[in-house]
């Protein structure tokens, strides 16, 4: 987007407007912003990460593997992929390679990285215990995490019962995420318990029952101080998180409280996917069986806007980490839907003497604005401008030092291994590795064309091509049999 072309009143807007643009590359089931907002990691049904590059709305980058959610690093330079074969892997963009490879005991709902750790990350497995996971050496250490809620009294932990112990066995984490500083885990379980899990000593440290349904989702905003929780009770709840990273911090005096309730109370929606904006002042939230996203504020809680789009049910929906920039990928068709503001542009912006009117005006050109040149100094003004180099590969930073300028934030140390700024994904010239298979295709050196919509499919029209051939072929047959009918009448009438 080129700011100096955009009304600065469109810019002060907190929330998007309209449906403007959509992406596609495959059916995607799963979407996850990076952390300064230019990449776009998605999961394919077919077992394929695609990573968008949002400036172009091309693919950056894929990946083959199964993947059910995606999770970024603080440099965005790491990807996690959490896949339904049981298995986490750990990506290098740099070069697309795979660091690491985790296999678990069951099939893992998510798995979220430590804000500041690439090599640490909690996942959330399927009928099983969650478990934190370091990779720092090629062989990654597990540990397992209970999900049984704390005690409120030692002696209650000493003398378990049998009762309390079967009541802690029917407990099961559905949700595993870090807290802002990564000093704690929060844990949502099948009762509607959320808890808070030191993670140097992986205890629980806090417990406190906030529904009666199944804890579906957690997410936090970017400053780490609110929390929005989705239910299968059909109501989203907003709370008011502690500061976690306090080190004088004592567990026993913290307090949870339900800031929030948001829920359609006419027609009992149920929420597929729920998310914060970038400031914090605002959840939205996809539909089940409905194609509409809603957008509460939330200091009143009021219901602010509703975003209508495709005609389909949304599944994933994310906010862009610093813009009024939504993105949602449809469970129908696969594709990935982009709602933002409607920016007209100022081309008043382009040259100090360039004005824009409203309405037709009488111009009074210059004395010399219309004169007529000669054809050699036009051909020569065009040798010039060709003899220009444009450089298109040269990634240019959009940040001053490394640091991150953003609306609303603090500046955010983001530098990498290089030194440079934070980390860069290298551009890929490959066709195969940076277009869609299903849109374009090569036919030639330098020549591509967009793919028909038949192709790939022949199997599907096997019998019919076949029946098709049959049918032309006795059609054939029967004319060359009239023919030589008719041939052979005229020979006996001339005899």
Not at 108 to 135: C, G, K, R
Not at 267 to 289: D, K
Request: glycine share 6%; charged share 25%; with cysteine.
């Amino acid at each position: 987007m080129n700011l100096a072309l955009v009304d600065p009143f469109v810019l002060a807007q907190d929330y998007p407007e309209s449906l403007t643009a959509h992406l596609r590359s495959g059916h995607a089931t799963c979407l996850r912003f990076n952390r300064r907002g230019d990449l776009l990691a998605s999961g394919r049904v077919d077992g394929t990460v695609v990573i968008f590059d949002l400036e172009t709305n091309g693919v950056a980058r894929k990946a083959k593997k199964l993947i059910a959610g995606p999770s970024w690093s603080r440099d965005g330079r790491y990807l996690l992929s959490a896949s339904q074969d049981w298995k986490c892997i750990l990506w290098d963009l740099k070069d697309g390679s795979r660091l690491r490879t985790v296999k678990f005991e069951a099939p893992v709902y998510i798995a979220d990285l430590h804000p500041f750790n690439p090599f640490l990350f909690v996942a959330s497995l399927f009928e099983d215990q969650p478990a934190l996971v370091d990779m720092s050496s090629t062989t990654p250490v597990k540990h397992i995490l209970p999900s049984a809620s704390k005690r409120k009294n030692v002696s209650d932990e000493e003398t378990t019962t049998e009762k309390q112990a079967a009541q802690d066995a029917k407990h099961t984490t559905c949700v595993t995420i870090f807290s802002h500083s990564g000093h704690h885990i929060l844990a949502g379980t099948s009762k509607g318990w959320l808890n808070i899990i030191d993670t140097a000593t992986r205890q629980p440290v806090y417990s406190t029952r906030l529904a009666n349904g199944v804890i579906i989702l957690l997410r936090l905003t970017p400053s780490g101080r609110e929390m929005v929780l989705n239910c299968s009770d059909r109501i989203i709840r907003t709370l008011h998180m502690p500061d976690l990273s306090d080190p004088g911090l004592n567990p026993d005096n913290i307090t949870i409280e339900v800031e929030h309730k948001f829920q359609d109370v006419v027609n009992r929606l149920s929420w597929n996917h729920v998310s914060f904006s970038s400031t914090g002042e605002y959840v939205m939230a996809s539909t089940y069986m409905n194609h509409d996203i809603y957008v509460w504020e939330r200091r009143q809680g009021s219901l602010v806007k509703i975003l209508e789009g495709p005609k389909e049910e949304l599944g994933v929906v994310e906010w862009h980490p610093y813009r009024p920039y939504v993105a949602a990928c449809g469970l129908e068709t696969g594709k990935i839907y982009l709602w933002t503001v409607n920016t007209p542009q100022r081309w008043s912006a382009l040259a100090p003497d360039f004005v824009e009117v409203e309405e037709n005006v009488e111009y009074m050109e210059r004395e010399d604005e219309f004169d007529i040149h000669p054809i050699s100094v036009i051909h020569q003004r065009r040798l010039d401008l060709e003899d220009e180099d444009v450089d298109v590969l040269t990634l240019e930073c959009g940040r001053a030092g490394g640091r991150d300028f953003r609306p609303d934030r603090e500046p955010v140390e983001m530098a990498d291994s290089d030194g440079d700024g934070a980390f860069r994904m290298p551009v890929l010239l490959d066709l195969d590795a940076s277009e869609s298979e299903e849109d374009v295709v090569a036919v030639g050196p330098g020549t591509m064309r967009r793919k028909s919509p038949g192709a790939g499919k022949e199997w599907q029209n096997g019998g019919q091509a076949a029946a098709a051939a049959t049918v032309a072929e006795e059609k054939g047959t029967a004319g060359k049999k009239a023919a030589a009918t008719g041939a052979s009448s005229k020979r006996s009438r001339r005899r």
